[in-house]
C-alpha cells in the first residue's frame, strides 16, 4: 500500500521543480534534485509536476477533476450492474414460483 505523503510536501515539491526548472537539463533531473532534498521518490515528484501541469492547462491530458469524476461514474455504473443482475435473478426466481406448472 502507497504511503500517503502530506499535501503541503506535494505542493511545496512541485513548487520547487517549477521554480527551478530552468537550472536543470530536464524535468527529471530537476525532480530527482527535488526528491532528494525532500526524501521522496524521484519519479513521485516528476509525477507531482506532470500531473500539476495537466491540472493548470499547460499540458494535455486527464485533469485530476476528471479522473475523479471518471472513477465515481464507474463505480456508480458496477453498483447499477450489480443491482439489475440481483432484480433479474429475484424476477426469475418469482416467475418460476408463479408458474401453474410447478404446483
Not at 42 to 66: C, F, H, M, N
Request: charged share 35%; hydrophobic share 40%.
Amino acid at each position: 500500500m502507497p504511503k500517503k505523503i502530506d499535501p503541503v510536501v506535494r505542493e511545496r515539491a512541485v513548487r520547487l521543480v517549477t521554480e527551478h526548472a530552468g537550472e536543470y537539463a530536464s524535468l527529471t533531473a530537476a525532480s530527482a534534485a527535488v526528491a532528494k532534498q525532500l526524501g521522496v521518490g524521484k519519479e513521485t515528484v516528476r509525477r507531482w509536476v506532470l500531473q500539476a501541469q495537466i491540472d493548470t492547462g499547460d499540458r494535455a491530458g486527464t485533469t485530476s477533476e476528471e479522473h475523479a469524476e471518471l472513477k465515481r461514474l464507474k463505480a456508480e455504473n458496477k453498483r447499477l450492474r450489480e443491482d439489475v443482475a440481483i432484480l433479474k435473478a429475484a424476477a426469475t426466481f418469482f416467475a418460476g414460483e408463479l408458474d401453474p406448472r410447478n404446483r
